[in-house]
């Protein structure tokens, strides 16, 4: 059983066909295709569903697809230690928020691409938590609160958030005074998003509420501007609003608790050395001493 053959399987299950497996590994479709037919002649099972729309996993599949995301991974891990040139190898595929992701963090993968040539990067950016393992991600770069889960975080460096709110929404709603008169207020937010607070040295949580929900930083900030209601967002999208007189900082007395951004890895004994070059060059970038 081949390496690759096994890799272009896990690409043709992730990208759902052929065709887009062929353009994301730089092969052509007859290549990618041959290499299907030799996994499922070893195993003496089909693996895919063809249709003219593209492909889906059977079960014998989808079985073979959680596997063999774990052997490529061992594999390129092995490749890596054992590479006489030092080099970073394989494949790297990183799940990164969007807003935050697309102006802030493409130029840090931009640069780590540039250092280690032989490394392929794979970024998705959505704000939805993807399923790292589910979905084949060896590591997703997260901004906010981390819950607790049985992902492995390492912290890059720590921000600060406020709420806000247009002066146009405080003239027709007032101005809260109290962590209690939110829920008078409107909110605009993620679905089921909850917001922590420290009053007097402690902790609390206010579960907010609002007809405007979002996955996306950006539109949650665009939804504060024009005056839909109140929000809690990262200082990096707001301050300069806040400057510009656009929007104005709300309960400056029970500020939030520090969060950060973290890269979470699935569980492990240790991250591979993909992922520990993606930690150095974000440190490098973003870290405490920055």
Known sequence: MNLEDLRTFVEVADTGGVASAARRLGLSKSIVSRRLTRLEDAFGTQLLFRTTRGSALTEAGATLREHAIRVVAELDSCQETLSPDGEVRGSLRIAAPQSFG???????????????????????????????VGEGFDCAVRLGFMPDSSLIARRICTFRGQLVASPVYLATHGTPATPDALASHMAVMPKGAVWPMIDQGKRITVHPHGRFTADNGEALLAAALAGVGIAALPDFLIEAHIEAGGLVPLLSGYSPPEAGMFVVRPPGAFPSRKVRVLVDILTEFFGESR
Request: aromatic fraction near 10%; hydrophobic fraction near 40%; charged fraction near 25%.
């Open 102 to 132: 697309t102006t802030k963090l493409a130029p840090v993968f931009a640069e780590l691409a540039r250092r280690h040539p032989s490394l392929h990067l794979d970024t998705s950016y959505t704000d939805r938590f993807v399923d790292l």
